[in-house]
């Protein structure tokens, strides 16, 4: 295809960049998925080819399914996900709103303030955040989870949310104002949607880490009624002394879950509603 | 009833001071522009009478009721923004209602006052569409739309036509003033094109750095600008300031004529010059040229002439039509 802007040898370049990386991203997963299907033997003999008729086996989802609660595992990881996702989208809405509509003394430094868990990992104070829960009586329950992950996804919500909010129509919300909306509908009815693609890839920033987190689960919440997939899928490695086909049957089972929230997500990333609303 | 006091209005950001004490009486019924350049404050006026700017001091009465603390939706106030504002989300009907059902407003009165504007406006067709399906002038006609659902007692209007295009800015303008005169509502517009001022205000305000320079009938700021910077900001081309001892005149300081007042001779004048510049437009011709007597002066002729750049002419202005300034910028009486 000719194009006016870009040459042909560019272009292919693009391309090829696009597909290492693609393939690169795209490996493990497709390896995880395709000896999930396959026999044990299989799996260690040739792991890269896909599962054939002669080497086709359910073993590792029957044990899933069989062994352990998965179910219930599911469950937990999609309670604390988007329990965590539904906290760090409103509250994290909220500060942004407030820091980028009211002035007030020390809003900058509040942002900064607030920004600043973007760059110290919350891993930091495991410790201290263990003795807490303990202290609250919420080691193994899923608040605790939810309380973690809400505070380690804010900093970022709150930088992203910001600066999208600063972006939407003075005007707009001095007509709401005029039209007697409170300083909640303003925030809810007109400024939430507007900010919904910021919104959605703020989701998808804060829902990946919780989804595949492994370390405060094991930590705060190790019991078997609150147990994540990832948790849960570690079990396999130490009860059966590995078994291969059961943890990847498990670990392809858990990439579906999160598959149908980014798509659900990447939706709204892409469609903006701002068009008509100013000029 | 519409009639707005603003009472010695102080404005503040920290110690910037962004009105420095307005005073302003507008009657019921009137239509006042607010006009200055970027920055002199007029739109944060507008803001402080809609109540969306607090006031650092000062208050605004409406109807004679002091506001100063009023939300804006208990003001009994509209307004009408540059960008229309429109709520993205809702039709046209519920973009002209989302006011009055706030206030608790019955459906059917809502549904009466819709019906009204739209035909004011000739929205009907739009009623269920959303902003983003208008053109730029459909919008901001469901932006005034909105604003007459309302029944307001005071119309504001920020810069209205500045997003519109030449054409559709000129058959706006119609609109506006038609509506005026139609609701006989008070009415407050803000705008830096002095030709919306001059053809739509019963009252203008002259606004600079935060005061009021001039309050006066368009015509009034015309004949009788109260001192150097209403002289040079209402008239389009600037009114002429020549340095009144360059042309040896006592009395004053600086001496200001009209381009439309001055004529222009190929024999004969009192200011010797060579044309730098000639503006062809048709129905005018603007000539600029450089004096002697007089430095660089702006002449404007009726009509269509053929003056050439690079021509030597004599300019003389319309006696009796001058304008002379003290050396504090101020008006003198026109008699010296």
Not at chain 1, 178 to 187: K, N, Q, T, V, W
Not at chain 2, 5 to 32: C, M, N, P, W
Not at chain 2, 52 to 81: C, N, Y
Request: contains cysteine.
């Amino acid at each position: 295809m000719a194009n006016a802007r870009i040459s042909r040898t560019r272009l292919a370049f693009v391309h090829v960049a696009l597909i290492v990386y693609t393939i690169i991203a795209l490996f493990p997963v497709v390896l995880t998925i395709m000896n999930s299907f396959k026999t044990r033997n299989d799996i260690f003999r040739s792991p890269l080819t896909p599962p054939l008729p002669s080497t086709f086996s359910l073993t590792g989802y029957y044990t899933v399914l069989g062994q352990g609660d998965f179910f219930g595992y599911f469950q937990n990881s999609l309670i604390v996900t988007v329990a965590s996702i539904f906290c760090v989208l409103l509250f994290g809405a909220m500060a942004a709103f407030a820091l980028s509509e009211y002035r007030f003394r020390g809003n900058l430094l509040m942002g900064l303030y607030l920004a600043l868990g973007i760059m110290i990992p919350i891993r930091l104070g495991t410790i201290g955040i263990l003795q807490e829960m303990v202290a609250l009586h919420l080691v193994n329950t899923l608040v605790s989870l939810v309380l973690v992950y809400t505070a380690q996804g804010l900093p970022l919500a709150v930088f992203i949310l910001s600066e999208f909010m600063r972006t939407v129509s003075d005007d707009l919300k001095s007509a709401g104002r005029i039209d007697g909306l409170s300083e909640y509908a303003i925030f809810f009815r007109l400024v939430l949607p507007l900010v919904r693609p910021a919104m959605a890839t703020v989701a998808v920033f804060t829902m990946i880490p919780i989804w595949n987190d492994l370390w405060f689960p094991l930590i705060l919440a190790p019991g078997e009624k609150t147990k994540t997939v990832t948790l849960g899928a570690q079990t396999f490695i130490g009860q059966f002394v590995t078994d291969w086909n059961a943890v990847l049957s498990a670990l392809s089972l858990a990439i579906f879950p999160v598959l149908v929230l980014y798509v659900l997500f990447s939706r709204q990333l892409i469609r903006g509603i701002t068009a008509g609303a100013v000029k | 009833m519409g009639n707005l006091q603003l009472k010695s209005i102080r404005k503040a950001y920290g110690t910037h001071e962004v009105l420095k004490g307005i005073d302003l009486d507008v009657k019921d019924g009137e239509f006042v522009i607010f006009v200055g350049p970027s920055g002199c404050g007029k739109s944060t006026l507008l803001r402080t009478i809609a109540g969306l700017e607090d006031i650092t001091s000062g208050a605004v009465v409406i109807d004679g009721q002091d506001v100063s603390v009023t939300p804006p939706a208990k003001r009994g106030i509209a307004m009408v923004f540059q960008s229309y504002a429109l709520y993205p989300h809702l039709t046209v009907r519920d973009n002209m209602g989302l006011g009055l059902k706030q206030a608790g407003n019955p459906k059917s009165l809502i549904d009466e006052r819709v019906k009204v504007a739209s035909g004011l406006l000739s929205l009907d067709p739009y009623l269920e569409r959303r902003p983003a399906e208008l053109s730029g002038g459909q919008r901001q006609r469901v932006a005034i739309g909105r604003a007459i659902v309302r029944e307001p007692k005071l119309f504001l209007f920020d810069e209205p036509l500045s997003n519109l295009d030449a054409a559709l800015r000129v058959q706006t303008r119609l609109e506006i003033a038609a509506l005026h005169r139609r609701l006989k509502a008070t009415m407050i517009y803000v705008t830096h094109d002095q030709v919306e001022a001059m053809t739509l205000a019963d009252k203008i305000v002259v606004l600079n750095a935060g005061q009021i320079e001039q309050v006066g009938s368009p015509m009034e700021l015309y004949n009788k600008p109260a001192n150097l910077f209403v002289a040079g900001f209402i008239g389009s081309p600037q009114m002429n300031l020549i340095d009144a001892d360059r042309l040896g005149l006592s009395g004053a300081k600086t001496i200001g004529i009209r381009p439309e007042h001055v004529g222009l001779s190929r024999t004969e004048g009192e200011w010797r010059g060579v044309i730098t510049h000639v503006e062809h437009l048709g129905a005018d011709t603007i000539v600029y040229l450089d004096t002697e007597k007089a430095g660089f002066i702006t002449v404007r002729l009726f009509g269509e002439h053929d003056f050439k750049p690079d021509e030597a002419v004599f300019a003389t202005p319309d006696h009796g039509r001058e304008h002379r300034f003290s050396s504090d910028g101020k008006a003198l009486s026109v008699t010296p």
